[in-house]
């Protein structure tokens, strides 16, 4: 699986109003201003076209930050 | 194994109603500027048609097989069957079929009755009475389809009150021994039941006085047990997971590919997960018509609304197409007709 940086990108991407760079590894995406229920699901889509990977609802639930949903992915992909 | 071929059977005619009132997604009071556009983007629903108080499924539905009986100058008498597959019935009992016989003025011999589903129905209807037909024992069928959705909705919750429109349709089916057999793959699964649900008013929890008392789940999301609960993320995930799989297994049992189809035609859900259905099965967009933007999501009624709205005269000239239906059930399945000759007939609105 790519790294972190490219995997932050392309949520940063399917997020209109956020400026490139926002996002770290640490952040809290549910904190974000532009977090709603309705970004989970894009973030599923996306996660499911890029990397033929299901996430339910659980694991979105149990991940804090950008880099425990990529820790997710990644341990999924393996 | 839930793959067959029906013989002998054709789709004639498809005519859909809906209400006339609109109602605007941007004009929700819910949601903020910023949620409408995510919404609107996400979704694909902008604008939806909403049936007033007193306007039941069976009156769209009613007035779609008139068009129909009348374009077709169709002899009442020879209407032998009639289904009709809604989740928002007249009554708890009778069948809501039977009421549609008498007012469409039909045979007492015709065989009348109610299936109920809902986003799967009009794939499941289209396979019961293609059945029902085959032997030629019956000549004309009516299959009536439709539901009004926003009456069990709370629109107090912006989870769900911005997704569907209310529509009925009528399709009109034919014996006929020169067809070319239509191929069905049609699934279940009881486990997931929960996901999309109007949990009170049946037998296995009754109304009580608990029922009506509203419950906040989150700020703009209140809702109580008569209306409808929605598990957003797992239909997402069952959806993009069943129904590109099921598609590719009855292209595989009929031995054709997708490029040999002319449509697509998707239950009407949400853009985002339609598209990732249709890019797993390698559609391309310009085969895979929506009504999203202006009807939003009109369950059992979306496919054939979506064929009335955006395949009309299209789909004259032995088309193929593939219908594609996924939800509440959890109840999934698709169709393939092949050298299809459909008349779509122009849409009607109810005042």
């Not at chain 2, 069948?95 to 549609?100: E, G, M, Q, V």
């Not at chain 2, 009004?148 to 009109?172: C, I, N, Q, R, V």
């Not at chain 2, 390698?282 to 933007?293: G, N």
Request: a negative charge; hydrophobic letters at 40%; charged letters at 25%.
């Amino acid at each position: 699986m790519e790294d972190i940086a490219a995997f932050i990108k392309k949520i940063e991407f399917e997020m209109d109003e956020i400026e490139p760079g926002t996002i770290k590894p640490a952040t809290h995406f549910r904190e974000l201003e532009q977090w709603s229920s309705m970004m989970g699901l894009i973030f599923i889509a996306l996660i499911d076209t890029e990397y033929n990977v299901t996430l339910n609802g659980n694991d979105l639930i149990n991940c804090k930050t950008v880099d425990d949903l990529y820790q997710v992915v990644k341990s999924k992909i393996q | 194994m839930a793959l067959t071929s029906i013989h002998n059977v054709k789709i004639t005619a498809i005519s859909a109603c809906v209400p006339k009132k609109s109602e605007s997604n941007l004009d929700y009071e819910l949601l903020s500027e910023s949620e409408k556009k995510l919404l609107v983007k996400t979704t694909g629903i902008e604008n939806r048609r909403v049936a007033r108080a007193g306007m039941c499924t069976s009156d769209l539905c009613f007035e779609s097989a008139e068009q129909i009986i009348k374009e077709y100058k169709i002899n009442r008498e020879e209407i032998d069957v009639l289904i009709f597959v809604s989740q928002t019935l007249d009554y708890f009992l009778p069948a809501t079929s039977i009421i549609l016989q008498d007012r469409l003025k039909l045979s007492k011999n015709t065989l009348a009755f109610d299936i109920v589903l809902g986003c799967s129905g009009y794939v499941y209807g289209l396979s019961v009475i293609s059945s029902l037909m085959s032997n030629g024992n019956f000549k004309k069928g009516l299959l009536l389809v439709g539901d009004k959705s926003t009456f069990s909705l709370s629109k107090e919750d912006k989870s769900t009150y911005p997704l569907f429109g209310d529509a009925g349709t009528a399709t009109y089916m034919e014996y006929d021994p020169n067809s070319t057999p239509i191929d069905f793959n049609l699934q279940s699964d009881g486990s997931g039941y929960k996901a999309i649900m109007i949990p009170d008013g049946g037998t296995r929890s009754p109304w009580t006085k608990q029922t009506d008392k509203i419950i906040e789940l989150e700020k703009g999301v209140k809702r109580n047990m008569r209306n409808l609960w929605l598990d957003g993320i797992e239909v997402f995930n069952f959806s993009i997971r069943e129904a590109p799989t099921n598609v590719l297994a009855l292209l595989d049992y009929n031995k054709t590919t997708i490029e040999d189809y002319d449509y697509v035609v998707f239950h009407q859900a949400n853009k985002l997960m339609n598209e990732c259905i249709r890019k797993k099965i390698k559609a391309p967009i310009e085969k895979v018509p929506y009504t999203l933007k202006d009807f939003g999501n009109t369950s059992s009624a979306s496919i054939p609304l979506t064929m009335v709205v955006e395949l009309g005269g299209k789909l004259e000239q032995n088309k193929n197409i593939i219908l594609s239906a996924f939800g509440v059930g959890l109840s999934w399945g698709s169709v393939a007709i092949k050298r299809a000759n459909i008349n779509c007939l122009p849409l009607i609105e109810l005042a």
